[in-house]
């Protein structure tokens, strides 16, 4: 260091001092790791105050630039990745924090690559965008009055888009509701953040499906839930493991996505359905009836059972969710919640303070789509395709995969769960398929245990979803 602080200059000396280090240490003069002299042997180098070295290092080592660690002394951070500075925020500090917590790594590596079309995607459960009747919402937007989308919509949702939720509900499920029992939100995703927020306290315990869609969100751990799995079989939950999960932890609610289950693809049969209603209404714990994929049945498949709200037949311990993500578009983000009037009036004035209220814009176009009488035969168009994909992949999945592979023939929605017969490391098949270029989340994501692997048939196309299977199968080969 054969730099020296000016002490003629007006600018203070330890600021001399940071300013030197920090400009060090940016342009890589200094690295990381590398030892910095004492503050006693720099005060007596530069003929200054020991205070004032001992002022400068504190600012440093506050920003995360330097650490004293006492023995060893006073070295460059190892780890400088996002500490800036001092006169910007120590950001790594900030995204240490928070409520939500990171991605898992697997999972990260993946999403990642999602948008790079080179690799074929078994990975993203939405649909292929040829799927998605982008040309008739189109022409339905252009009947909107821009007029009332433009200002911001009611927090609870559009009174019209509740009343055609509550047509459609009637319609598809076979329940009456009112409008007042509907709240609108951003997606299915948005009605589990109202629920946890305003629903439950920190050191509540809940229970849910293993493997589950939700075990991929971290959302319940990060907001300090306590989480009990049910295990989920070929057809869905046992329910009576509910009851042994109550009498040991108390349960306060119960998540469910008994159709077409993600990531399973398995459905609760409508005996399971009704355990599972006598079960929560003795112990008094409210169900969430997560439901975005009841109306995809596949062709040849037996109708699903009727939904835990329908069969609850005017109870209310279902509070249902509903999205169109799954059966027209999920960049809608449109998703609705059947609860109790009170529920819904607390989560009204949360939404409020939210994001106060979901897109008007977006509420019209679902409105538009759902009132229109030719929504059904795009649905209709959308689970033919679904049906063809789902059997190309069934077809591959014998060719290609090792002998002694098991899946589930899922009867509807999107995922194929498959076990494989050996151990294989989660990372290791991720590297793998990303060498072969194909994408797809191994079952730990979902909470399961290791050796299984969620495959999705509704983003690939027809010509990918075999030359998919097959590059899986050389994935796996070259990771045991
Ligand atoms: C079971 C399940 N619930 C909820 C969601 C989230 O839906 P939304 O797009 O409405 O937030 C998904 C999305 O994949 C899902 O699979």
């Known amino acids: 260091m054969n730099w020296q602080p000016d002490t003629s200059s007006h600018i203070p000396l330890f600021k001399q001092i940071i300013q030197y280090i920090e400009n060090g240490i940016v342009t890589g003069h200094m690295f990381p790791g590398e030892r910095l002299p004492s503050e006693r042997e720099l005060a007596s180098k530069w003929g200054i105050n020991r205070s004032t070295v001992n002022l400068a ?25 996002g500490i800036t500075p001092r006169r910007s925020p120590n950001w790594k500090d900030y995204v240490n924090g928070g409520l939500f917590l990171p991605n898992q790594p697997v999972a990260q590596r993946v999403k990642e690559l999602l948008r790079d079309e080179s690799y074929i995607n ?33 927090p609870g949702g559009d009174r019209g888009l509740r009343e055609t939720i509550a047509d459609h509900m009637q319609a ?16 299915i995703q948005q009605a589990f953040n109202l629920i946890i927020q305003c629903l439950l306290s920190p050191g509540d315990a809940i229970a849910l499906e293993r493997p589950s ?44 996505n008994p159709t077409y289950q993600h990531p399973t693809g398995t459905t609760l049969p409508a005996d399971r359905r009704r355990k599972l209603l006598e079960i929560a209404e003795e112990l008094r714990i409210p169900i969430i009836e997560d439901d975005p994929y009841s109306l995809l049945t596949l062709g040849g498949s037996p109708a699903a059972p009727p939904s835990l709200l329908a069969m609850h037949n005017g109870g209310d311990f279902v509070i249902y969710l509903g999205t169109l993500s799954k059966i027209a578009a999920p960049g809608l983000r449109i998703g609705w919640m059947v609860a109790p009037k009170s529920v ?52 591959a999945l014998t060719k290609y995969m090792p002998r002694g592979s098991k899946w589930i023939i899922p009867e509807g929605g999107y995922y194929l769960w498959v076990k494989l017969p050996f151990k294989v490391s989660d990372s290791r098949l991720v590297e793998e398929c990303i060498r072969h270029r194909v994408l797809l989340y191994p079952g730990t994501v979902y909470g399961a245990i290791s050796n299984q692997i969620r495959l999705v048939y509704s983003r690939a196309s027809e010509e990918e979803l075999g030359e998919g299977i097959r590059r899986l199968s050389l994935a796996l080969q070259s990771s045991l």
């Open 344 to 395: 819904v009036e607390r989560l009204t004035a949360a939404k409020e303070q939210m994001d106060f209220s979901t897109s008007a814009l977006s509420q019209q176009l679902a409105k538009a789509y759902l009132s229109s009488p030719e929504w059904k035969g795009r649905l209709q168009i959308i689970t033919r395709q679904l049906t063809r994909r789902r059997d190309i992949m069934l077809d």
């Open 213 to 256: 869609f939700m075990y991929s969100r971290t959302i319940f751990t990060a907001s300090g839930l306590r989480l009990y799995p049910i295990p989920v079989d070929d057809y869905g939950i046992r329910p009576e493991e509910i009851r042994k999960l109550h009498s040991h932890h108390k349960l306060r609610m119960i998540f469910v």
């Open 57 to 81: 290092y504190a600012e440093l080592r506050a920003t995360g630039l330097i650490k004293s660690v006492q023995g060893s002394g006073t070295k460059v951070s190892e780890d400088l990745w």
């Open 172 to 187: 598809e499920h076979k329940v009456e509701v009112q409008p007042e029992q509907i709240l609108i939100t951003s997606g």
């Open 122 to 154: 078994l990975a993203s459960s939405e649909l292929a965008e040829e799927l998605i009747p982008v040309a008739w919402m189109d022409q339905l937007l252009k009947q909107i009055s821009l007029k009332h989308a433009v200002q911001y919509g009611e």
